[in-house]
């Protein structure tokens, strides 16, 4: 387990060969902060505190090769 990770719970198959994603619930997202922050940029601790969790996660995700997506 990977704090950086998001578990995915269920995949759904629907008859008109749609995928659904059911994933564990996150307070927020990075598309959701930046775009809350239209006219305000990210300090550069911000930006370092975001890009070391991105990274973290990929490290985790690139020496563990089961199972693991990008999104």
Known sequence: DNENI???????????KT????F???KE???EMMKARI???FSE???KCVMFQILKGLAY??????GFFHR
């Open 24 to 26: 564990n619930y996150m």
């Open 39 to 41: 006219n305000r940029k």
């Open 61 to 66: 995700i690139h020496t563990h090769k089961f």
């Open 45 to 47: 601790g911000q930006i």
């Open 6 to 16: 998001i578990k995915i719970k269920e995949m759904i198959f629907k008859e008109d």
């Open 19 to 22: 995928l659904l994603l059911v």
């Open 29 to 31: 997202n990075l598309y």
